[in-house]
């Protein structure tokens, strides 16, 4: 692989241990179900994304905190098997590791984060020497709103200013963004309500959500890619341009959506780090969700260059005729 295929990705976020309890139907308020598996597995939007562009052959960087604890070993060590450089992981003694709590039926997921020492992470911490070299040395840079806003607002200037891609994906979804952040943004990747929030105003129907991301896109200056889950996603390159609707991809049945998007925004970053046009770089993210939706876990569920290559080439044939 040469250098341009390998390209340098930081990532600034969360690392979380992800407790999932698998059951055949989620509680109602006030019920409690049997479950019938349960998983420990580290997750985050940062490191899962860290992970993904990994796999995808990316050099990556991981700038964030976890715990003195048992989980933050283990979330460190997991980055690592993935050859992820991890001397910006912060180990906090004060706070514990973030955790979320995941409830899986169905294939689908409902999710409660405690960001734990995530909320830690401060613009001071990603300003020092070493995470800023990394944000200003790195093709492009990924980040997420499991930390706190100025952090990202701080990493995301840094970055930009460095001449970086920067990668905001905004989830969870937050009411407002500081300007900072969104004008530093050269690619948000909100999901349809994600955008709604962003927007202020309904991004329901096709019309809607088009003048939804140009409203947000305005705002940022930069291109919004919306995630459309099984709808696939729509590329809007700027404000002024007409948007473009990229396909989902197949690659078997649904087995957990944790971390779909999380995998859709580091195989969008890797191929736009690689000089894909964002149209394309997008129909190569929607194969690699494809993909990590057949897999249990967010980070077991990433896929490799080599089968995310196969599926976009053979998606490319079959559209082709
Ligand atoms: O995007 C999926 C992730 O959201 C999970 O891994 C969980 O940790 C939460 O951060």
């Given at each position: 692989?040469?250098?341009?295929?390998?390209?340098?990705?930081?990532?600034?976020?969360?690392?979380?241990?992800?407790?999932?309890?698998?059951?055949?139907?989620?509680?109602?308020?006030?019920?409690?179900?049997?479950?019938?598996?349960?998983?420990?597995?580290?997750?985050?939007?940062?490191?899962?994304?860290?992970?993904?562009?990994?796999?995808?052959?990316?050099?990556?960087?991981?700038?964030?905190?976890?715990?003195?604890?048992?989980?933050?070993?283990?979330?460190?060590?997991?980055?690592?098997?993935?050859?992820?450089?991890?001397?910006?992981?912060?180990?906090?003694?004060?706070?514990?590791?973030?955790?979320?709590?995941?409830?899986?039926?169905?294939?689908?997921?409902?999710?409660?984060?405690?960001?734990?020492?995530?909320?830690?992470?401060?613009?001071?911490?990603?300003?020092?020497?070493?995470?800023?070299?990394?944000?200003?040395?790195?093709?492009?840079?990924?980040?997420?709103?499991?930390?706190?806003?100025?952090?990202?607002?701080?990493?995301?200037?840094?970055?930009?200013a460095g001449g970086a891609i920067v990668l905001l994906n905004p989830a969870p979804a937050a009411d407002a963004l500081?300007?900072?952040?969104?004008?530093?943004?050269?690619?948000?990747?909100?999901?349809?309500?994600?955008?709604?929030?962003?927007?202020?105003?309904?991004?329901?129907?096709?019309?809607?959500?088009?003048?939804?991301?140009?409203?947000?896109?305005?705002?940022?200056?930069?291109?919004?890619?919306?995630?459309?889950?099984?709808?696939?996603?729509?590329?809007?390159?700027?404000?002024?341009?007409?948007?473009?609707?990229?396909?989902?991809?197949?690659?078997?049945?649904?087995?957990?959506?944790?971390?779909?998007?999380?995998?859709?925004?580091?195989?969008?970053?890797?191929?736009?780090?690689?000089?894909?046009?964002?149209?394309?770089?997008?129909?190569?993210?929607?194969?690699?969700?494809?993909?990590?939706?057949?897999?249990?876990?967010?980070?077991?569920?990433?896929?490799?260059?080599?089968?995310?290559?196969?599926?976009?080439?053979?998606?490319?044939?079959?559209?082709?005729?």
């Amino acid at each position: 692989m040469t250098q341009k295929e390998r390209p340098r990705i930081a990532v600034v976020g969360s690392l979380n241990m992800d407790v999932v309890m698998e059951s055949g139907r989620v509680p109602q308020q006030g019920e409690t179900v049997l479950g019938t598996g349960m998983h420990m597995l580290p997750g985050g939007k940062g490191a899962n994304q860290a992970v993904c562009a990994a796999r995808l052959g990316a050099r990556v960087s991981m700038i964030g905190a976890v715990g003195a604890d048992g989980f933050g070993e283990e979330m460190t060590a997991a980055l690592e098997r993935e050859g992820i450089d991890t001397s910006c992981v912060l180990r906090r003694g004060d706070t514990p590791s973030g955790t979320a709590s995941i409830w899986l039926s169905g294939g689908d997921n409902r999710i409660v984060v405690f960001p734990g020492a995530n909320g830690t992470l401060t613009a001071e911490d990603v300003s020092a020497p070493e995470p800023s070299r990394l944000l200003r040395e790195a093709d492009a840079v990924l980040i997420q709103l499991e930390i706190p806003l100025e952090t990202a607002a701080e990493a995301a200037s840094i970055a930009r200013a460095g001449g970086a891609i920067v990668l905001l994906n905004p989830a969870p979804a937050a009411d407002a963004l500081p300007d900072a952040l969104l004008r530093s943004a050269s690619v948000l990747t909100p999901n349809r309500g994600e955008l709604a929030i962003l927007a202020g105003e309904s991004a329901e129907g096709q019309a809607r959500l088009i003048e939804a991301a140009r409203k947000l896109a305005a705002a940022s200056g930069g291109a919004v890619v919306t995630t459309l889950g099984g709808a696939g996603a729509l590329v809007l390159e700027s404000a002024d341009r007409e948007p473009e609707a990229v396909p989902a991809a197949y690659a078997g049945p649904v087995v957990d959506t944790t971390g779909a998007g999380d995998c859709f925004s580091a195989a969008l970053a890797a191929a736009l780090a690689r000089g894909s046009a964002p149209g394309e770089a997008a129909r190569y993210a929607a194969c690699a969700a494809a993909l990590a939706v057949t897999r249990l876990g967010a980070q077991g569920g990433m896929p490799t260059a080599i089968e995310v290559g196969g599926l976009y080439s053979a998606s490319a044939d079959s559209a082709g005729g």
